[in-house]
């Protein structure tokens, strides 16, 4: 109980920002309980956290040596080496482990760590050497087969089958083995029918996986969902079925989801560069910019010869408009690493953006003529002509771009934008709703489709599909803060003032929020919380004049008729306003 205590204790002191402290107390704590799992995890995950790997793995190696058989440790020490890229060492670790233990566990946890790695052939050889070793173990039979079977060796797998059904101890494991033998004949109905019988017998993490399969073949993409979800909660260590839900929310556009589910993968796969990559995205579309710049710059930490998250951290400065030093960084990775189609789209929208499209595109037609077959370059190509109001020439690349990857509608959101900005409302509204029919739940694709029908005048469509944007990501506020302004203008005051707080909850310190809830409260004649709300806003970003014209108007409301004429003048004053706002200046002083 105290060793429990004092975990506790110190996981919170981690958890507070007592990092140096809670540290110091597990390093202790495992000083006097060496061979605690349970410690040694929380103290490893916790040097992790603050960038301190080698120091992790220096320690883990230290504890081995002076105990070789701690053979819990092993799997933490490859989990480590994974994490800092050197698979070659995770590798020599678990085979370490399987050598010292002869556990058929053991030796199944080397061949995982080959599936993940995509290295099938050398995962095959590994079952061939366990099976000489436990001939009598029917399991490792049941993993082959299982494995041969999904990678489509569909007479392996049956011969496996074979071997496994003549040893086997749990009949439900071979009808497990014929469901997913059916499965990879085809016949999905049959896999599902012995599988929604299987499952009530034997509820495990493969066979929910097994029958989420079955179920997306046949088109049931709701029933996979659940099946995948419940598979995960059965195993959570394993990553398979959370990869699954991740595809499925790509597909789905479900940014939101996509990035808590990349974050569990990497903490169980942490070599899986190309989740990483997709989690950065995933922060860039929802505009979490500091969470991607801090993910981009520890892949490259970790994997620093791996030059995607060179390119994944370009990307990430791009979006926050830093492009000088997006491009200085793709200039020395090109030169240090060579060149990728992916690094020649970053360079030359970098080029682009920073005020020579003619040279971006330039970069893009010597990167065509060489990798002809990449969508990649072809959507950035039409983002860069759309840049240069280059309208058919960047339509033609759209319609190229998708003709390359008819899977992924992304160049169709890069057009809607365009057709936006350039007051095409139809156009911009025909991308954008064949978008959403193939991604359903991306929030930002509703978002963009609220500001079509906003600037298009029709009110209930644009609130419609702001409330939708809002709904797929609870966290965005900008779509509730456009309802309440939408529905302020419509006179309905009490609708207005519902949304204007759910954003305000979100985000409680953005002076455009603020300012909402302010100017509607004004409306209602809550004029005294008006102003303590818009002098918060003014204060927080001062070079908002339509904030300090609601903050002077709210004043003249309240009888503070000097405070508003104060606010009024130097309104007056600037050089910024535009001829509608400095109208509404002037009417407010000759009214005072």
Known sequence: LRRQLELALYEAQIGQGEVEQGILGLKGMIESDPDSPLIWEKLLLALVAQGQLDEAIALLSASLEENPDFLAL??????????????????????????????????????????????????????????????????????????????????????????????????????????????????????????????????????????????????????????????SQRNPKD????????????????????????????????????????????????????????????????????????IALARVLRSQKRFEEALTSLEETEAEQ????????????????????????????????????????????????????????????????????????????????????????????????????????????????????????????AVDAFRRSSELDSLAFKPLNNVATLLMEEGDLDGALEAAQGAYAIASDNPYVIDTLGWIYLQKGLTERSIALLEIAVASEPRLPEVELHLALAQIQAGNTEKARKLLTALQARDNLDATLQAQVEEALNAL
């Open 74 to 231: 092993y799997p933490f020490l490859a989990r480590l080496y994974g994490m800092k890229g050197d698979l070659e060492a995770a590798e020599l670790v678990l085979i370490e482990l399987a050598e010292n233990s002869k556990s058929t566990t053991h030796y199944l946890t080397l061949i995982e760590f080959y599936r993940t790695s995509g290295n099938r052939d050398r995962m095959h050889e590994v079952f061939r050497e366990a099976i000489e070793i436990f001939p009598e173990d029917p399991t490792l039979h049941r993993f082959l087969a299982d494995d041969l079977i999904q990678v489509g060796r569909l007479e392996e797998g049956a011969y496996e089958l074979e071997l496994f059904r003549k040893n086997a101890k749990d009949p439900r494991e071979v009808r497990y083995l014929e469901a997913a033998l059916a499965l990879g004949k085809g016949d999905a109905a049959e896999a599902r029918d012995i599988l929604i019988e299987l499952v009530s017998e034997l509820d495990a993490a493969h066979t929910q996986y097994l029958l989420g399969r079955a179920l997306e073949e046949l088109g049931d993409t709701e029933g996979a969902k659940r099946r995948y979800s419940l598979a």
């Open 239 to 310: 990553p398979v079925p959370i990869i699954a839900l991740l595809r499925m929310a790509y597909e789905r556009g479900d940014w939101r989801t996509i990035g808590g589910l990349s974050e569990r993968i990497i903490t169980l796969s942490p070599q899986s560069v190309e989740v990483w990559d997709g989690l950065i995205s995933g922060y860039i579309k929802l505009g979490e910019f500091a969470r991607a710049e801090n993910l981009a710059r520890t892949l490259i930490k970790n994997y620093p010869e791996n030059i995607d998250g060179k």
């Open 338 to 461: 060579g060149e990728t189609p992916r690094l020649v789209a970053e360079r030359a929208l970098n080029i682009a953006l920073l005020g020579d499209p003619p040279a971006g595109i330039e970069v893009l037609k010597k990167g065509i003529e060489k990798y002809p077959e990449e969508a990649r370059l072809y959507q950035v190509n039409a983002a860069i002509l759309f840049l240069a109001n280059r309208r058919e020439e960047g339509s033609q690349a759209v319609d190229q771009a998708l003709a390359l990857t008819p899977s992924d509608p992304s160049p169709l959101l890069t057009r809607a934008r365009y057709l936006l900005s350039i007051g095409d409302f139809t156009g911009a509204e025909q991308d954008c709703t064949a978008y959403i029919a193939l991604r359903p739940d991306d929030s930002n694709a509703y978002y963009i489709l609220g500001t079509i029908y906003m600037l298009a005048q029709q009110t209930q469509n």
